[in-house]
């Protein structure tokens, strides 16, 4: 290897998903950007497939303004390839090259050859991601391999970000590029498809054989692209602890570090406002509710709370299963206590379905009509107020005031009680908003008719399935997914299955309490920098260790906790899980790339770092958040022995101090 400045590295950052949304890493790279552009500036570059029409609406072509990179680029033109080169138009505006891959497929047979014969990885014939994987692979690769060879000074980083663009990351290492890689795995293929089965993952995880089982699911060359890539960086990484997990076992590489997920704290923070934003959009919420249960709206709205879960449609990987079972048990419980608090639980997970349901509609039909003709008769009883008072000329004033019984007409009670009238209904409310293409056998409905959850006047706990995602434009719940969140007052996200976990992180940064996991990245990572993380709002329930009968009570009790807090209660806890949004901004979750960098580079060229150590970066460890201040900073009322009840304030404020300081020390 030659010596290169590791102090000013250029950067360069892989992944299928460059301006090219299929799953969750196009908003992880987009999100990731500004950090990163802030970092390197125009060192950084991001290298992604070329989809035209994707293309066409996300980058702005531009000159490649390095000589090195054009000269290469315009070899790589002069031998058919085709490239693009331009700003993803996205905040920070990042330079991406796009690789398109179809323009050398007639080279497909010959780099498969290769790949077997100096990775020993093998490919199908028609299976067309893999080719494509690898097509991509080699560009990148001769890319890589012809820009290090002409810029000398300057060392190089390869990050790569899953198998579908990482072919790269064994031929660099077989070839000797000179240059540092990363691969950062986010989820692996075996663990996903294991999940998906039957198989009992977590406690067979030290025992699959690997090779065997990638085989039967007809995944073996995609998880040897993976395995290889694992194996083949400088520095091996997952999004989570619990993703370091699997990968150890099941790649068998044990990862060198985790990489969290941050988000754009930034575009969530509504400062002072959010717990306004709460209020405002729980009003929405009760329009949609006070109609979904019309002819049984039985409860006191004021004691009501939303619960809510979301996401794609995974039954058990998202951990729906359980929380259904624990609503059951969390129903019994508050019947069994005479709570006063009514639970309504949100299951929003889109699956097949016809149209909206034609109660769903009705209800909110019926409702709508008996404001608006309320609103109607309250007009004219202003109206008919007004006439009497204003011709007051005289004499007895009480004359001119009308008389309450005079403030409804005949005619008006005719109309009220139409459509009072209206809001009598047979049955129960629906559990669910839409009509299912599969209703007998939806895994969801089932569940909750299991649970005997059929929102029945005597049900504490009311659940209503909406298997569509929210759009504000819903003649049901018309609220966009963030402003419903912002509406709700408990996420509820027990996954059995979660490398990240985005949902969970998202409610915290509006200052939403959740439910998470311990085999969720997201739950393994607070329960890492909190030291009790229920108090910050943020509640994980045991799956790692416990049953999944234990797992569910442990939830139950959880819900039941958060029933039984006062308003105020609630309003405190709300501020202090959204004072934990700057810790999950990239801002201080892309420290740890940061640290990734660092070791490549260490591990490629050890002799730029004279002096340091090795375990300088390679281990080092975080302290904990402690709980946040208690009760006592609260103010007595000079005199009166009586305590102001505004614990929030002042407690708030010493709070964040102890968050930054936090800050400064993992900086
Ligand atoms: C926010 C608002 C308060 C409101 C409260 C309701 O904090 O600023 O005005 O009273 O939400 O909280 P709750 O937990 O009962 O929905």
Not at 643 to 667: K, L, P, Q, Y
Request: proline share 5%; aromatic share 10%.
């Amino acid at each position: 290897m030659t010596h290169r400045d590791v102090n000013n590295p250029i950067l360069f950052e892989v992944s299928w998903e460059v301006a090219n949304k299929v799953g969750g890493i196009y908003s992880v790279m987009r999100s990731k950007a500004p950090v990163t552009v802030h970092e390197f500036g125009d060192r950084y570059t991001l290298i992604g497939p070329l989809y035209y029409k994707t293309a066409m609406a996300e980058v702005e072509p531009e000159e490649v303004s390095n000589p090195y990179m054009r000269e290469v680029l315009e070899e790589m033109s002069r031998q058919g390839i085709r490239w693009m080169y331009g700003r993803w138009l996205i905040e920070s505006a990042p330079h991406v090259l796009l690789f398109d891959t179809g323009s050398v497929s007639t080279r497909l047979e010959e780099w498969k050859a290769d790949l077997w014969k100096v990775a020993s990885i093998p490919s199908p014939p028609n299976d067309q991601e893999v080719n494509d994987a690898i097509l991509f692979g080699y560009l990148v690769t001769w890319f890589l391999n012809d820009f290090v060879a002409r810029e000398k000074n300057a060392a190089v980083i390869a990050h790569f970000h899953d198998w579908l663009a990482a072919v790269g990351v064994p031929l660099i290492r077989k070839r000797h590029i000179d240059l540092a890689t990363i691969f950062t795995s986010h989820a692996t293929l075996l663990g996903r498809y294991l999940v998906s089965g039957s198989v009992d993952f977590y406690n067979n995880i030290k025992s699959f054989n690997v090779e065997e089982e990638a085989g039967k699911r007809g995944i073996y060359h995609r998880y040897h692209i993976e395995r290889a890539a694992a194996h083949c960086s400088d520095v091996f990484t997952t999004v989570s602890q619990i993703t370091a997990y699997e990968a150890e076992h099941l790649l068998r590489r044990k990862p060198d570090g985790v990489l969290p997920i941050g988000l754009n704290a930034v575009k969530f923070s509504a400062m002072h406002e959010f717990q306004n934003l709460h209020a405002q959009n729980k009003e929405k919420i009760h329009d949609f509710v006070r109609g979904h249960f019309y002819g049984h709206y039985d409860f006191d709205l004021d004691s009501t709370l939303y619960f809510f879960t979301a996401g794609h449609y995974e039954f058990k990987n998202k951990g729906v299963d359980t929380f259904i079972e624990s609503l059951g048990r969390l129903n019994s419980r508050l019947i069994a206590c005479n709570s006063p608090t009514t639970v309504v639980a949100f299951i929003v997970m889109p699956a097949a379905t016809q149209s909206f349901a034609v109660e769903s509609l009705k209800g909110q039909a019926v409702t709508k009509q008996l404001k608006e003709t309320i609103k109607d008769i309250t007009e004219k009883i202003g109206q008919r107020i007004f006439e009497k008072a204003a011709r007051y000329a005289g004499g007895d004033i009480v004359d001119a005031i009308v008389e309450p019984e005079e403030l409804l007409t005949s005619k008006d009670k005719v109309f009220l009680k139409r459509r009072v009238i209206a809001l009598k209904r047979g049955g129960w409310p629906p559990i669910v908003t839409h009509n299912m293409v599969d209703d007998a056998s939806d895994p969801i409905l089932n569940a909750i008719r299991h649970v005997r959850l059929l929102n029945s006047p005597g049900d504490r706990v009311k659940v209503i399935f909406h298997p569509e995602f929210m759009n504000s434009g819903s003649p049901l719940i018309g609220l966009d997914y963030e402003d419903f969140v912002r509406g709700c007052h408990l996420g509820v996200f027990p996954s059995y299955y979660e490398p990240w976990g985005t949902a969970p992180a998202e409610c915290t940064v509006m200052g939403v309490p959740c439910i998470t996991s311990n085999l969720s990245g997201y739950g393994g990572f607070m329960e890492e920098i909190l030291e009790t993380p229920a108090d910050y709002g943020i509640h994980i329930v045991d799956r790692r260790t416990r049953s999944t009968e234990e797992s569910i009570n442990q939830m139950a009790d959880y819900m039941l906790q958060f029933c039984q807090k006062s308003r105020r209660q609630r309003i405190t806890q709300r501020n202090r899980t959204e004072r934990l949004s700057d810790l999950l901004d990239w801002k201080i979750m892309g420290m740890e790339y940061v640290r990734a960098r660092k070791l490549a580079l260490y591990r490629t060229y050890p002799d730029s770092f004279a002096g340091a150590e090795a375990g300088e970066f390679e281990s080092y460890i975080k302290a904990k958040i402690p709980k946040p201040l208690s009760a006592p900073g609260s103010p007595r009322i000079k005199g009166s022995g009586s305590v102001a009840d505004d614990e929030e304030i002042t407690e708030g404020m010493s709070n964040f101090n102890i968050i930054d300081e936090e800050n400064e020390e993992t900086r």
